[in-house]
């Protein structure tokens, strides 16, 4: 059956929400969200950094009478970074920022997921960009929107399209839950060793006095400058897409981990030392808002490098790689205060790092801590590896799915039951 070509406003509502002024934001209530969680959500953050909430009972007001997002509707950020879309789930409940994110419902013909989906791939892109206005910052205008010509198979086929893309996202997704519970498991494990001293042991240890306040007698309060080999900032890349040097910059550090995906690359040459080491701990040491983030070099990466916004801290021993860097992770808000200061400045320094004290317990214990973390990080970073794979596949495959390139329609794909209106 051949596909046919709609304008959007012929299959769906087109609309944006009722106006919320700043003087309405709550400390708690229903989140409100704008383009920037939407954005997180569509990357897969599992936990989005909520900060704006309504009044419960303005929230109820709104959606008797204007509505709210249910199940199944999309919303689209389209202000600044555009194109990030997102369905609805069954019991999500929030409301959001007019002008920020634009709001599919009430679908006719088309499938809500299709649509998630075609938005992503050329063709939907290059709809998009017909719709963008502004210059200083991009945006989308409802009116445009309203006109995008999208070429549409039968209802069911739109679903098995979306249950096979789905399919790759849903794996993701249960890895990115395993991921983050192994990522708890470590950094509870140190917390529980290190910071409540509940070791191996701890019933018959002895405390002591230090700078630190009481630790356990054999530990030692000293420096960060004095169990690393190395702490500097990158360099001032000369930016080349053909290189196969990689810098990586500020937007690859968040929530512990490391996003290639933000790195760029560049023609400019390395000074030895700055080549990354598996272990290296990286510190984000300016910018507002991604000041002192933490992650850990914890693959092996060839001729790459950090610009000059990130901080390299070496570990002195490979002994002390896992101590070292979720002890560095669990600072990550001290390094935000550090480096913020008392002037308001957002630049961690190199010296301010190195002088930061930190308590190193014996060597038996981090090697004992070690044997049993290391397992646990590099189960974490496979599924990330596993994830990447899965990413590619589905982005290599999309196109060709919604195109109709890959024919879908005679498979025998378990889908909703549709009713075509």
């Known amino acids: 059956m051949a596909n046919h070509v709609h304008k959007m406003r012929e299959l769906c509502e087109i609309k944006s929400s009722k106006r919320i002024f700043a003087a309405d934001y709550k400390p708690e209530g229903v989140p409100f969200y704008r383009g920037k969680e939407i954005s997180e959500k569509f990357r897969g953050n599992l936990d989005v950094s909520t900060e704006l909430f309504i009044d419960r009972e303005k929230f109820e007001k709104i959606r008797i009478k ?56 050329p063709e939907g892109k290059a709809e998009q960009k017909k719709c963008t206005i502004g210059s200083s910052q991009s945006a989308y205008t409802i009116v445009l929107l309203k006109e995008m010509e999208i070429s549409l198979p039968p209802l069911i086929t739109q679903r098995k399209i979306a249950t096979i893309l789905s399919a790759y996202d849903d794996l993701i997704e249960n890895n990115l839950r395993r991921i983050k519970i192994l990522e708890e498991m470590a950094q509870n494990l140190y917390r529980e060793w290190f910071v409540k001293f509940r070791f191996p ?16 007698e054999g530990w030692e309060a000293t420096t960060i400058g004095n169990v690393t080999s190395y702490i500097s900032r990158g360099l001032s890349p000369r930016y080349d897409d053909s290189s196969s040097s990689v810098v990586i910059n500020q937007k690859c550090i968040r929530g512990h981990k490391l996003d290639l995906g933000f790195a760029r690359r560049h023609s400019s040459r390395i000074a030895p030392e700055k080549y990354l080491h598996f272990g290296d701990i990286l510190i984000n040491s300016t910018g507002i808002g991604t000041l002192g983030r933490v992650a850990q070099v914890y693959t092996a990466l060839s001729d790459t490098t950090v610009d000059t916004h990130v901080s390299i801290v070496r570990p002195q021993s490979s002994e002390d790689i896992d101590y070292l860097g979720l002890a560095l992770m669990d600072m990550e808000s001290h390094f935000d205060l550090l480096g913020a200061g008392a002037t308001g400045q957002t630049e961690l320094r190199k010296d ?22 290391a397992p646990i990080r590099r189960l974490g970073i496979s599924l990330l590896a596993k994830n990447t794979t899965l990413r590619r596949t589905r982005d290599l495959l999309l196109p060709r799915l919604i195109s109709g390139e890959v024919d879908v329609s005679e498979l025998d794909i378990t889908v909703p039951d549709v009713a075509e209106a």
Do not use: C
């Open 201 to 216: 042991g701890h019933q018959q240890a002895h405390f002591t006095n230090s700078p630190l306040g009481p630790i356990p």
């Open 66 to 121: 204007f509505g709210a997002p249910v199940a199944g509707d999309l919303l689209l950020t389209s202000v600044g970074t555009l194109g990030s879309p997102y369905v609805v789930n069954e019991g999500e409940e929030f409301y959001f920022k007019d002008g920020n994110l634009t709001w599919f419902r009430n679908f006719k013909h088309l499938d809500s997921w299709f649509l998630y989906y075609w938005l992503q791939s």
């Open 352 to 373: 301010r790092i190195s002088e930061t004290e930190i308590i190193l317990p014996p060597l038996d214990l981090r090697n004992g801590f070690s044997s049993m973390v």
